[in-house]
C-alpha cells in the first residue's frame, strides 16, 4: 500500500513541476513580448519629437528628447522643470555630483 502512496506522490510531484515550468515558460515569453512592445512604443515616440521617459525617483524625473533631458524636480516647496542641452550634458553632471556631496555632507 505505501509503495502504491509513494508512487503516486512521485507522480503528483513530476506532474507539478511539468507544469511549473510550462507556466515559467508562458511568463517569460509574455515578459518578452511586453518588453519588445515598451522599446517599439519608445522608438516611435522618439522618432516623433516626444521626450522618452529614462528614470523616475520619488522627487526627479529624466526623460531624454531630440533637444536634450528634460529633467522635472518635485518637492514640498513645488515642482521645477528644466532642460539640458546635449553639448552641457557632462558639465552639468558634474555640477550635479559636486552638490549632492555637499548636500551629503551637510546632512
Known sequence: MT???DAQNKKDKAAKRKASAA???????RKAEKLAKREA???EKAESGKPIHLCSLATVEV???NDGFHVSVSGSQGSRRFTIAPDQTTQILRDLETAILVIR???
Do not use: D, P
Request: glycine share 10%; hydrophobic share 5%; charged share 45%.
Open 105 to 107: 555632507s551637510q546632512g
Open 63 to 65: 526623460r531624454k528628447g
Open 23 to 29: 507556466s515559467k515558460e508562458t511568463r517569460r515569453e
Open 3 to 5: 509503495t502504491n502512496k
Open 41 to 43: 512604443a519608445q522608438k
